[in-house]
């Protein structure tokens, strides 16, 4: 192997863009918003929450046309074409419908759901409608990624045999806290867990056997989980994920001719090296672009999916979220936390 790949993500500008609408102005929905509107050509023209006063404010904030202080109203509007739903992890399926049945195409945050019935019921009425739904798995999208993707489907790296990765952080505990409430959807494996989790399907698939460990906070969410998945291949997967304390971010892919090393944080921009036997090839992301800010490339991907006449992402599609949702419910399930 003597060079890498280019990537081959959909550029940040210059391509279709969307009328997005953003429904739940949070933490998570100022950072997609802050660096889609700083780093592409898609636009936000409305904005939407419980009370008008929030909702205003966070339109000041951005620069945003229009808030609304209802949901129904921002999905009512004709000039809204899809809708980010970025409320906490209890309420998407409520608000994913909501959009579907308005005719929007939707992203919405990770995880889609809370569990495996809730995302089966978007994924069902999305379908149905024939929209675009993707969950907002922003990681997949980055350029460093699509490097990853190609060197998989060359074989570059032989036959996989362990993938490893990890995503830990320390929360502050708030029984009442969107991390710690279980009428929430709380529980670091539906926070931060679906990244690694994402990251062994992103390789390898599904699993055919998933076994858990670890500890429940008091308040009855998974705290910190560590995660072995088997393959029919026989390969292995080991996750880990904890809200306990912070991690490295690490994640590696080891095949028989070449291993690849995030040295973190393998979600967000970075970097990664390719090892085959001596030689040792480097990639860093080009544009500076670093943690959040990685955010707007799913914007721009869907865009362009949407453009292209899709219902649904090839790089991160509906059935490949149903399938990590099955491996977060099934450790949540042995942890206790479900």
């Given at each position: 192997?003597?060079?890498?790949?280019?990537?081959?993500?959909?550029?940040?500008?210059?391509?279709?863009?969307?009328?997005?609408?953003?429904?739940?102005?949070?933490?998570?929905?100022?950072?997609?918003?802050?660096?889609?509107?700083?780093?592409?050509?898609?636009?936000?023209?409305?904005?939407?929450?419980?009370?008008?006063?929030?909702?205003?404010?966070?339109?000041?904030?951005?620069?945003?046309?229009?808030?609304?202080?209802?949901?129904?109203?921002?999905?009512?509007?004709?000039?809204?074409?899809?809708?980010?739903?970025?409320?906490?992890?209890?309420?998407?399926?409520?608000?994913?419908?909501?959009?579907?049945?308005?005719?929007?195409?939707?992203?919405?945050?990770?995880?889609?759901?809370?569990t495996v019935a809730e995302a089966?019921?978007?994924?069902?009425?999305?379908?149905?409608?024939?929209?675009?739904?993707?969950?907002?798995?922003?990681?997949?999208?980055?350029?460093?990624?699509?490097?990853?993707?190609?060197?998989?489907?060359?074989?570059?790296?032989?036959?996989?045999?362990?993938?490893?990765?990890?995503?830990?952080?320390?929360?502050?505990?708030?029984?009442?806290?969107?991390?710690?409430?279980?009428?929430?959807?709380?529980?670091?494996?539906?926070?931060?867990?679906?990244?690694?989790?994402?990251?062994?399907?992103?390789?390898?698939?599904?699993?055919?056997?998933?076994?858990?460990?670890?500890?429940?906070?008091?308040?009855?969410?998974?705290?910190?989980?560590?995660?072995?998945?088997?393959?029919?291949?026989?390969?292995?997967?080991?996750?880990?994920?904890?809200?306990?304390?912070?991690?490295?971010?690490?994640?590696?892919?080891?095949?028989?001719?070449?291993?690849?090393?995030?040295?973190?944080?393998?979600?967000?921009?970075?970097?990664?090296?390719?090892?085959?036997?001596?030689?040792r090839l480097e990639w860093r992301?080009?544009?500076?672009?670093?943690?959040?800010?990685?955010?707007?490339?799913?914007?721009?991907?869907?865009?362009?999916?949407?453009?292209?006449g899709l219902t649904e992402s090839?790089?991160?599609?509906?059935?490949?979220?149903?399938?990590?949702?099955?491996?977060?419910?099934?450790?949540?399930?042995?942890?206790?936390?479900?």
């Amino acid at each position: 192997m003597r060079a890498l790949p280019e990537p081959n993500n959909v550029p940040l500008t210059g391509g279709p863009t969307l009328r997005w609408g953003v429904l739940a102005p949070g933490r998570i929905a100022r950072e997609w918003v802050r660096t889609v509107h700083a780093n592409t050509d898609q636009r936000v023209v409305a904005a939407a929450s419980r009370t008008l006063e929030r909702a205003q404010q966070f339109a000041d904030e951005f620069g945003i046309d229009t808030a609304y202080g209802s949901y129904e109203q921002l999905v009512a509007d004709p000039r809204v074409e899809a809708v980010y739903i970025a409320a906490p992890h209890s309420e998407h399926r409520a608000l994913a419908l909501l959009a579907i049945a308005a005719g929007k195409h939707v992203l919405i945050e990770k995880p889609i759901a809370v569990t495996v019935a809730e995302a089966a019921d978007i994924i069902e009425a999305a379908r149905a409608a024939g929209v675009f739904a993707m969950e907002a798995m922003w990681s997949r999208f980055l350029p460093q990624h699509t490097i990853v993707a190609q060197l998989l489907e060359a074989g570059d790296l032989g036959e996989v045999l362990t993938v490893t990765g990890d995503f830990g952080a320390k929360f502050e505990f708030d029984p009442a806290s969107r991390a710690f409430d279980p009428a929430l959807g709380g529980g670091a494996l539906l926070d931060i867990g679906v990244y690694p989790a994402w990251f062994a399907h992103f390789v390898l698939g599904a699993p055919h056997a998933v076994t858990a460990t670890g500890s429940l906070a008091s308040t009855g969410v998974d705290a910190q989980a560590a995660l072995i998945l088997d393959y029919a291949s026989g390969a292995q997967a080991a996750i880990t994920t904890s809200m306990l304390v912070p991690t490295p971010l690490a994640a590696t892919v080891s095949g028989t001719l070449a291993r690849i090393e995030f040295p973190g944080p393998f979600m967000g921009p970075g970097s990664f090296s390719v090892t085959a036997g001596d030689e040792r090839l480097e990639w860093r992301e080009p544009t500076g672009l670093r943690w959040g800010e990685g955010l707007c490339y799913q914007a721009t991907a869907v865009a362009q999916h949407v453009a292209d006449g899709l219902t649904e992402s090839p790089w991160h599609s509906l059935d490949d979220t149903l399938e990590i949702m099955a491996v977060l419910e099934s450790a949540r399930t042995q942890l206790g936390a479900l």
